[in-house]
Each structure stands twice: as C-alpha cells, then as structure tokens.
C-alpha cells in the first residue's frame, strides 16, 4: 500500500494533449521533461521509498517556466554513469526526499512561487475547477499566468519593457519579490514557510552546499 500510494503521487500528471513539449524545456540539468503517461520511477534510499535518489539535486539557479514544467510534469535525469531516471512532478516531493537543508529551503520556495502563478491562472480562468496541468496546457496557462504575476509584483509596463530579464527569472529571485511585496501578512507566511527548516538540525548530517 505504502509503494501505492508513492506510485499515485509520482503520476499526477493529467491530460490527453498530443506530444510533450520539451523542447521548451531550457537551462539546468538534462533538458527534458517525461513524456506524458510516463511514470516516475520510485527509489529505496534510508529505508524509505522515495520519488528521487538519494544524490537528487534539487533545481536551483533556473528560471521560473522551467521550474512550472518540472512542478507538474516531472523530469528526466541522466547519471553519472549514463543511465536514465524518470523523476516524477517535483511537487509530489517532500522534505522527507531530500537530504540537504538548502534544498529543502528551495523545494519551500518552489511550492509558494509555483502555487501563487497557479493561483492567478486559476483566478484568470486559465484553468477550471477540478482541472489539472498537463502536458497539453501546461506552457499557454504559465505564459498567460506569469505575465499577470510580472504585472502585479514589477509594474504595469514591466513585461513591455524587460520581457527578457523576466523570461529568465529564477523562480528564487521571484520568491523573495513575493516576500517583500504585499501585506504583512505576505511577508510573515513567507518567513513562516522557512523557518521550521532553518531552526531544524541535518537530519543527513548534510552541510547546506
């Protein structure tokens, strides 16, 4: 039941849209994300199952499509020894699979960035009730979605005048513009969102490199 339910949240992944897009996939690692109706493989590390390896190296200086694609498609790693891992969606990971502090703190970024551009696409309609990011509209809702972001958090000409700078925005950068900008309110939950992390020991014995 337990490799069930891991096998479940690896295959969150929706949608009858022909092909996979990935070409529109840029920057970090291997540059493909998994082809739709693949499942992400599931990996035995600590006595534990896991949707990652051990050695996973959460995504970190990339740009915040790119971080969407991997949030909800998942993506492809290569080894060091030249074989293939099929990682599933990025949002199904845990704190739990990953083994250094720092890029648990970046899988907390990730979640409040990629949740507020899903927020605006859903608030826009981009995406009904009930329905999901797959393959097929994964890329048309970010687009739309993140130019709406952009808008509210740098201004209303910003797209205009910069759509390059903010094409290749790191989804960490754009976090801390998220922090800053807004209520109080904003700013305390994004502290909130790290600090159980910060005041937590390594349980790995990790350093936060």
Not at 75 to 104: A, S
Not at 126 to 155: C, M, P, T, W
Request: charged share 30%; glycine share 10%; proline share 2%.
């Amino acid at each position: 039941e337990k490799l069930a339910g891991l096998v479940r949240r690896n295959t969150d992944v929706n949608g009858t849209g022909e092909g996979t897009a990935s070409s529109d996939l840029v920057g970090d690692n291997d540059g493909q994300i998994i082809g739709e109706g693949v499942r992400g493989q599931v990996f035995t590390w600590d006595g534990r199952l896991h949707p990652v390896p051990r050695e996973f190296e959460f995504p970190q200086k990339i740009d915040c499509k790119n971080m969407w694609q991997r949030w909800h498609l998942g993506q492809i790693n290569i080894t060091k020894e030249g074989t293939t891992q099929n990682i599933g969606p990025l949002k199904v990971l845990d704190t739990k699979d990953l083994i250094k502090r720092n890029m648990r703190k970046n899988l907390s970024k990730a979640r409040l960035v990629m949740g507020e551009v899903e927020k605006i696409a859903r608030a826009l309609q981009l995406l009904k009730d009930g329905e999901s990011v797959n393959h097929s509209n994964y890329s048309l809702i970010f687009d739309a979605a993140y130019k709406e972001v952009i808008r509210q958090r740098y201004g209303e000409t910003a797209w205009q005048r910069k759509n390059k700078r903010y094409n290749e925005l790191a989804y960490t950068t754009l976090y801390k513009k998220l922090c800053r900008k807004g209520t109080g309110r904003r700013v305390r939950a994004c502290r909130r969102d790290l600090s159980g992390l910060q005041r937590s020991p390594d349980e790995h014995g990790e350093s936060d490199s």
